[in-house]
């Protein structure tokens, strides 16, 4: 993709999440049992970056850990929520650009979580730049945890062969693991936001390419994609 088309989709996936943030906030009221295994991966008082942190719900299962917390996300309009939710935390709450860069020193974070982000960025480069990024800003011996939605199971999958098929017909701008999923917000407004279609092998690649070491790669309920790797 040219970085035309990646700010294009990057910027969409911004709108999308201002748009629907009050019922994506809804609907994470309380932390998914799935992933409440972070946890036992963060220590006493760990530095830790949420990154992609919505409305801070992460904070829900580590709040007693005294941690020095940071969270950032595309989208203001949930950063807002996240102030809201959590006060104690808001001044290291703050929207970030989107970008493949964070403003934070090399070697800054214990640990970082991203939950169900890598799955909005486009493009092969921008991704591994991203990965690299974290990279960065994770200490030595520190761990890394990313879940990506698994776009495989059966509900998702025709809008990925509908990408296929509009890609084989030179219809599609997207690339050919890639799918737009509708969605609606709270007012009835339906509209699409980017994915790409992770394998397991895909996603623990790109985190091992970036310099980390992984420590383990699973597929929890045929839901969501996780990664646990060290720096």
Known sequence: MNNKLINTILQETEVGYDRMAEKFSGTRNFFWPDL?????????????????????????ILQDKRLEYYGVDISQKLVDLAKVRYPGFSRNITKTSGQTSLPFPDDFFNNVVSIAVFHHFPDKKFRSDMAKELYRVTRPGGEIIVTTWNLWQSKYKKYIWKNMARKIFFCSRLDISDCEIPFKNNTGEIFTRFHHAYTLEELSGLFSQAGFKIKEAKVINNKNLVVIARK
């Not at 972070?38 to 008082?45: L, T």
């Not at 760990?46 to 990154?51: E, H």
Request: a neutral charge; hydrophobic letters at 35%; glycine letters at 16%.
């Open 36 to 60: 409440a295994f972070i946890r036992e991966h963060i220590s006493q008082g760990a530095k830790v970056l949420d990154y992609g942190c919505g409305n801070g719900r992460l904070l829900e």
